[in-house]
């Protein structure tokens, strides 16, 4: 499975996933209008994925240049989630998350076919920490729950994770190691938030530079671009801060 390379688009702007977290499909789309020619790639997550008019907004992010990333972070039995991962590449989506359970993770890459749809697993979300897992039950610490999923996700075939820039996306390849391909994971990383931010309801979080500086792929970021008076001002300090790093 060693070998392969992961690739990642040469420039910082197309690394910067906005995620759409808004009241309403308007406003929504009014954001991705107001971003136009600054970012190209958006996220829409449960918040919106049940609202009035999905379907049209789903059209129109996953076609004229831009890219879609859907993060459903499907949780099913395996025939269900494959079930769902054919209509998102059907719709053209460019990213959909899994849970990282074995089976649901291989179903997902099964009913991806040939498509250019990426699959990605949920390690551990970034509003736990060891307190919160240890209550959930797990017995290993967020990071070594991190590295546990994405070894196991490779081993399915996935394209990538979803994980902290705190938990060092260099070092969760390099603990990997490259007898199965540790080198090629590519990892988005949410909680991300600039200097002087809010921590909102993240537990594990980094700044743009240090995130992009650890290694990752991709950078999701919401309510600091989304909620700023000038939000393409705020995107385009990340990327400026992205691309210093």
């Known amino acids: 499975m060693g070998g392969a390379r992961r690739v990642v688009p040469g420039a910082m702007a197309e690394r910067l996933i906005v995620a759409l977290d808004l009241a309403s499909i308007a406003e929504a789309e009014a954001m991705a209008e107001r971003l136009d020619g600054v970012v190209s790639f958006f996220k829409l997550g449960l918040g919106l994925l049940f609202a009035p008019g999905v379907d049209r907004l789903i059209a129109r992010l996953a076609g004229g240049g831009r890219r879609l990333f859907l993060d459903a972070k499907l949780y099913d039995i ?83 994770i979803i994980a902290s820039a705190a938990d060092h996306p260099d070092a969760i390849r390099s603990d990997i190691g490259g007898a199965i391909g540790g ?34 792929d991709y950078l999701v970021v919401g309510r600091p671009i989304i909620t700023a008076p000038d939000p393409r001002a705020a995107a385009s300090a990340i990327i400026a801060e992205m691309n210093a790093a």
């Open 78 to 160: 395996p025939e269900t989630v494959g079930r769902a991962v054919t209509i998102a590449a059907a719709r053209g989506a460019s990213l959909i998350t899994v849970h990282g359970d074995r089976r649901i993770m291989a179903a997902a890459v099964a009913a991806r076919g040939d498509a250019p749809l990426q699959i990605f697993a949920v390690t551990v979300l970034t509003s736990l920490d060891d307190a919160a897992l240890a209550e959930m039950g797990a017995t290993v610490s967020a990071h070594e729950l991190v590295r546990r999923r994405a070894r196991q996700a490779l081993e399915a075939g996935c394209d990538g």
């Open 183 to 216: 080198e090629r994971l590519l990892i988005a990383t949410p909680g991300i938030r600039p200097a002087g931010s809010g921590r909102d309801d993240h537990q594990r979080l980094a700044t743009p530079r240090a995130a992009i500086a650890r290694g990752a």
